[in-house]
C-alpha cells in the first residue's frame, strides 16, 4: 500500500514510488460456492498505524469539499452523498484514506492495489504527483457518488484523465452485477475491465491486465489509450499482434521474480489445480483462471492468510524475516477485507465487508452487513499508540506475543479463531433468517438485529481475543522462567 512517496531517478522527471504493497483476489459469481462475488485485500503498511471503521452518513449535500491529506488534490462537495462505510486511517478522521467499503446503492470498493507503471510510459506522462487522485481520495470521493460499479469506474477515470493519478494502482469496484478492475496506465491513461463471471484474478503489486477491446462492453479506458501508445512507441502494431496494456504501460523486472511472482504463483496454483507455470516467469502467469472447484469467503480468507507454511520459505515457520519470497500474509497489514455481494438477498445482509484487524495468519475475519448503522465502539477508536480499549490494538497485542514463538503460540491462536469463525457463519444463517421474516413489515426492527449482532459478534471476538493474549501471556512467562530460573542448590 502506499501511504508516503520517494522520490525516483529511474526516468528524468522525478515520480512517487509505491513504497508499500498489497494483494489482491477477485472471483465472479459462477467461481464461488454460493454465487457471489468476492473482492478482497490486504492493506500492508505499517503495524502501529491503527485502522478505524467509520459509517458515513448520507447528506443531501456534503459541508465540505474534499481535500485529500496526502497531497494537493480536491474535489467538489458531493449533492446527495449516499450513506457509506469505511476503513480510515486513525489520523484522517475518516475523511480519507477509506480504503474499502459499501455505500447505499450497493456499490462496493477496494481501493487500492500499489502496481508499478512503466518507465517509458512515466517518461512521456508522469504520475501528477501534486494534484492527482491516489489511494488517500478514491474511496471517499467515488462511493458518495455512484450507483453502479461501472459508474464508479467511469468517475474515477474522467478524474485521472483530467486531474492525473498521483500514484499507479488497481481499484476494484463491486455490485450485483459484477466485479470491475481498473489499472492506471501512466499519469493520465487507464483501462479496466469487467472479471469473467466464471473466473478470478490475482494481483500483487503488479500491472496485470493485458487485452482491451474498444467496442466491448465489459472494456473502459481512456480515449487516447492506445493511439498515445503508438505515438509515444510504447506500442507498434504489427500484423497478427493485439495491443497488449501490460507490455505497453506495465513492468517486470527483476524485483518482481521475489516480491510479487511467488504470491500470484501460490494462489493460482492453491485454486486451480495442474497449472505448469514456473514461479519466476510471471510474464506467462494467466491473466484469470477457472478454480478447481467453486471458491467461498473460507477460501479466500484462506489465501489471504498464505505465508509459504510447509515450505521451505515460511519466514515464520522458519524464523527467516530474510526470506527473499514476500508472503501474502505480513505482520505489517493494516487491515484486510472480503467484499462479498450476493444479489439474490437485500442489499443490508446480501452485501457483506468481512474485515480482520492486523496480521490476517494470526486474526480473525469478522462480517459487517451493510445495513449496520451503528458501528461498535472499538472499531471506530485507536492511534499509533498501544491501548487497551481499541479493537485494533486488542488485536495488535496478540498478534505481536504470537510472533515471539510462532511454531508454538500461533496453532493456538488460529484454532481458537478457526473455531469462532465457523460459529459465527451459523449465527449469520440465524440472523439472516430472521431478518428476511421481518424486513419488510418491521424495518426498524429488521436494522435493529443487524445492529445487535454486530455488537454481539465484536464483543465476543474481543473477548475471545483478550483470553487468547492472556493464555500467550502465561506461556510466555512460564518459558521465561525456565530460561532464567537460576533454581539455586
Not at 512507441?233 to 500484423?239: K, M, N
Not at 510479487?260 to 514461479?279: A, C, D, E, F, S
Not at 449465527?427 to 445492529?451: F, M, R, V
Request: glycine residues 6%; hydrophobic residues 35%.
Amino acid at each position: 500500500m502506499k501511504k508516503i512517496t520517494l522520490l525516483s531517478a529511474l526516468i528524468t522527471s522525478a515520480i512517487t514510488v509505491p513504497a508499500f504493497a498489497c494483494t489482491t483476489i477477485l472471483v465472479g459469481n459462477q467461481a464461488t460456492t454460493d454465487g457471489s462475488f468476492i473482492v478482497a485485500r490486504n492493506e500492508d503498511y505499517q503495524a502501529n498505524n491503527a485502522k478505524q471503521f467509520i459509517y458515513h452518513p448520507a447528506e443531501a449535500k456534503q459541508k465540505a469539499d474534499f481535500k485529500s491529506n496526502a497531497n494537493d488534490f480536491t474535489y467538489p462537495a458531493a449533492e446527495n452523498a449516499l450513506e457509506y462505510t469505511s476503513l480510515s486511517d486513525f489520523d484522517t478522521h475518516g475523511t480519507s484514506m477509506g480504503e474499502a467499503g459499501f455505500n447505499s446503492a450497493g456499490v462496493g470498493i477496494s481501493a487500492t492495489e500499489t502496481i508499478y507503471n512503466g518507465t517509458q510510459a512515466l517518461a512521456v506522462d508522469p504520475y501528477v504527483t501534486k494534484t492527482g487522485i491516489g489511494e488517500d481520495a478514491i474511496e471517499n470521493v467515488i462511493l458518495p457518488r455512484v450507483k453502479t460499479a461501472k459508474e464508479g469506474v467511469e468517475l474515477l477515470g474522467k478524474i485521472i484523465e483530467k486531474q492525473g493519478a498521483s500514484e499507479g494502482f488497481g481499484v476494484a469496484f463491486v455490485d450485483k452485477t459484477g466485479i470491475w478492475y481498473l489499472e492506471t496506465g501512466s499519469g493520465h491513461q487507464w483501462m479496466a475491465q469487467k472479471i469473467p463471471a466464471n473466473k478470478y484474478f490475482v494481483s500483487a503489486n503488479q500491472g496485470r491486465l493485458t487485452t482491451y477491446k474498444p467496442h466491448n462492453p465489459d472494456y473502459l479506458a481512456s480515449p487516447t489509450l492506445v493511439s498515445f501508445a503508438e505515438q509515444h512507441a510504447l506500442y507498434t502494431p504489427v500484423t497478427g499482434e493485439a495491443f497488449n496494456f501490460h507490455k505497453a504501460y506495465s513492468q517486470d523486472t527483476k524485483n518482481d521474480q521475489t516480491y510479487n511472482y511467488p504470491r500470484v504463483w501460490t494462489l493460482q496454483h492453491m485454486y486451480t489445480k495442474g497449472l505448469n507455470t514456473k514461479i519466476t516467469q510471471g510474464e506467462s502467469f494467466p491473466i484469470f483462471l477457472k478454480p478447481s472447484h467453486k471458491l467461498s469467503v473460507a477460501d479466500v480468507e484462506q489465501g489471504l492468510r498464505n505465508h509459504y507454511q510447509g515450505t521451505s520459505h515460511d519466514p515464520y515457520a522458519n524464523s527467516n524475516p530474510k526470506e527473499a519470497y514476500r508472503p501474502i500474509s505480513v505482520f505489517r497489514t493494516q487491515e484486510s477485507h472480503i467484499l462479498q455481494v450476493r444479489p439474490n438477498l437485500p442489499i443490508a445482509i446480501g452485501e457483506t465487508e468481512y474485515m480482520a484487524y492486523g496480521m490476517t495468519a494470526l486474526s480473525v475475519y469478522i462480517p459487517y452487513y451493510q445495513g449496520m448503522t451503528e458501528v461498535p465502539k472499538a472499531l471506530t477508536i485507536g492511534t499509533d499508540k498501544a491501548d487497551n480499549l481499541s479493537a485494533n490494538w486488542q488485536f495488535r497485542k496478540l498478534q505481536t506475543i504470537a510472533m515471539t514463538n510462532w511454531n508454538e503460540f500461533s496453532p493456538i491462536v488460529q484454532k481458537a479463531y478457526q473455531q469462532f469463525e465457523q460459529q459465527t457463519a451459523v449465527k449469520q444463517q440465524e440472523l439472516e433468517k430472521q431478518y428476511l421474516a421481518i424486513y419488510k413489515k418491521q424495518p426498524k426492527q429488521a436494522q435493529a438485529l443487524i445492529n445487535q449482532f454486530e455488537q454481539k459478534t465484536v464483543d465476543n471476538a474481543l473477548a475471545l481475543t483478550n483470553e487468547l493474549t492472556n493464555t500467550l501471556l502465561t506461556k510466555m512467562t512460564h518459558n521465561t522462567d525456565m530460561l532464567y530460573h537460576f533454581e539455586g542448590a
